[in-house]
Structures are given as structure tokens and as C-alpha cells.
């Protein structure tokens, strides 16, 4: 299925093209069903990406999982204009949300890869359970710009949302986030930070993928990147109500670990 959803901004109606691929009817699917899966794309790529280059949502259809990818605004079939990427941080967050409530599905896993974070990351900040699972791959909460820049608000974001770690009720804390490290950004200084912050909630996973020679998990090894998306889906189950008495009495007790930790170490940032 593809079609345009309209995204309401204010006194704008922006028509966002969506595309939706989900499993062959009657295919087998895993006893705990998979969470859906919404793919974003950066400044240089188009929803189209998914499906020609990296075959990620046909790789998650075969896996039992449905998954959407959607043009942001001013790319490929979507209206709008680029610059909403850089628009006041609660704009960017809405018109995910928006996305995310006209493709039909509720707490999907984010895949967001570099500058497609500018949409990601606030909605990280002021509305993190409308997560399942968010899958990071040199992902940076700015559009354009400088590198050095980009990583400066990337690092302000982070220190908000770990000052707010604290105050977020369970299904926040348990998102599941996966943190993909290239071949070229083992040591880089965008690495670190996503390492720090994936410390901060207890379902995480830093993954140092091997193959490839950049610094893009997604461009430079899709097969493993498409395997690692589906391990990501099996724990979002978890952060979206499936998870056992067990399971969930242990992150709470890392819930309360991690709020105490953070109250010492982290400066609210206003």
C-alpha cells in the first residue's frame, strides 16, 4: 500500500507520502507479535530507499513484521517545505506524531538514521512513549549545517533527555534502543555520546558492526543492518506491554537504579 496521509500544521495541511509494506496473508508469525516498524530517511535519501537499496521492509515483511516508510516534508511525494526540519523543536515532534497516528500503527520502532534524528530525537524528549524501539545509526538531532554544530545540538538534546530519564513512567524507561557503530566511528566523538546516553536506559544495545567502510551501518551493510532492525522489533514486544512478571519487576528495579543515578550525576538542563 502507498498514499499520501495529511499531516494538519497549524493553519497548514501537508500531505505526507507514506508507504506501507506488511506480510503475505497467512504467513507465519512469531508467538509474541513484533512491533511495527517506521523508517525515516536524511537529507540525501527518499523513503524509496528502503525498499530499492537496503530491502529493509521487504526483509521485515518476510520476518512477519509490517513496516512503513514515509517521505518527510519536502522530499520525494510529501509537500512541505525542507526548512520544518529545522523548525522550533516541538513542531518537528508533532508532525512525527501526526506520521506516525495516519500510518495506523501505535509505538512503532524509529529507525533514524543521521540527519533524519532533526524529526527524532524531540520526540524522544517530549513524547517518548509513543516509542517502541529507536534504532540509531549515526543519528544527529540537527538538518544541515556543520558537522561541529550538528554535534552541539545533538549533545544538548542528550543532556535533556537524561536530565529527564528520572521523570519518565516505565513505558518511557523501557524503550529499547539499539545504537549502531560504523567501521569509521568507533572513536568518533558522535559514537560517545550515543554511547553515554544508551547507558541511561536500562533495554539498550551498543552494536559495533564490523563489516563495510563507512560510518553508516545502513548504507554500508544492509544484511546485517536488516537482521539487527529485527532483533530490535523482539525487544520493543517487551517495552509495548508483552513483557512477563519477571521481566518487568527486573526494569523496574533498573528504573529506580537508573533515576538514582541520574539525580546524582545529571545538572536539569532549563
Known amino acids: 500500500m502507498a498514499n499520501g496521509a495529511v499531516v494538519s500544521y497549524k493553519?497548514?495541511?501537508?500531505?505526507?507520502?507514506?508507504?506501507?509494506?506488511?506480510?503475505?496473508?497467512?504467513?507465519?508469525?512469531?508467538?509474541?507479535?513484533?512491533?511495527d516498524v517506521l523508517f525515516l530517511h536524511d537529507q540525501y535519501r527518499e523513503s524509496s530507499y528502503?525498499?530499492?537499496?537496503?530491502?529493509?521492509?521487504?526483509?521485515?515483511?518476510?520476518?512477519?513484521?509490517?513496516?512503513f516508510a514515509c517521505d518527510l516534508p519536502g522530499f520525494g511525494r510529501s509537500e512541505g517545505d525542507?526548512?520544518?526540519?529545522?523548525?522550533p523543536q516541538k513542531t518537528r515532534a508533532f508532525i512525527l506524531s501526526e506520521i506516525i497516528r495516519l500510518?495506523?500503527?501505535?509505538?512503532?520502532v524509529i529507525v533514524s538514521p543521521t540527519t533524519s534524528g532533526a524529526y527524532s530525537m524531540p520526540l524522544l524528549i517530549s513524547n517518548p512513549t509513543a516509542m517502541g524501539g529507536y534504532l540509531v545509526d549515526s543519528t544527529v538531532g540537527a538538518w544541515g549545517g556543520n558537522g561541529a554544530q550538528a554535534l552541539q545540538e545533538t549533545e544538548t538534546m542528550m543532556e535533556f533527555i537524561k536530565s529527564s530519564v528520572a521523570r519518565l513512567p516505565e513505558k518511557g524507561i523501557e524503550i529499547p534502543i539499539k545504537v549502531l557503530i560504523g567501521a569509521k566511528q568507533k572513536t568518533s566523538a558522535l559514537s560517545g555520546l550515543w554511547r553515554n546516553l544508551a547507558a541511561v536506559f536500562p533495554v539498550s544495545e551498543v552494536v559495533e558492526v564490523q563489516g563495510g567502510v563507512g560510518a553508516e551501518v545502513y548504507n554500508t551493510s544492509p544484511k546485517e543492518f536488516n537482521d539487527l532492525v529485527v532483533r530490535l522489533c523482539s525487544l520493543a514486544a517487551l517495552s509495548n506491554g508483552h513483557a512477563g512478571q519477571v521481566v518487568r519487576a527486573t526494569l523496574r528495579k533498573k528504573h529506580n537504579k537508573v533515576k538514582d543515578e541520574v539525580a546524582k550525576s545529571v545538572a536539569v538542563v532549563v
Open 11 to 35: 493553519s497548514h495541511a501537508l500531505r505526507i507520502w507514506c508507504v506501507e509494506m506488511a506480510p503475505k496473508d497467512g504467513e507465519s508469525r512469531t508467538q509474541v507479535e513484533l512491533s
Open 50 to 67: 528502503w525498499q530499492k537499496h537496503t530491502h529493509s521492509m521487504q526483509h521485515l515483511a518476510d520476518k512477519g513484521v509490517r513496516s
Open 82 to 87: 525542507r526548512n520544518l526540519a529545522r523548525a
Open 103 to 108: 500510518c495506523g500503527t501505535v509505538r512503532p
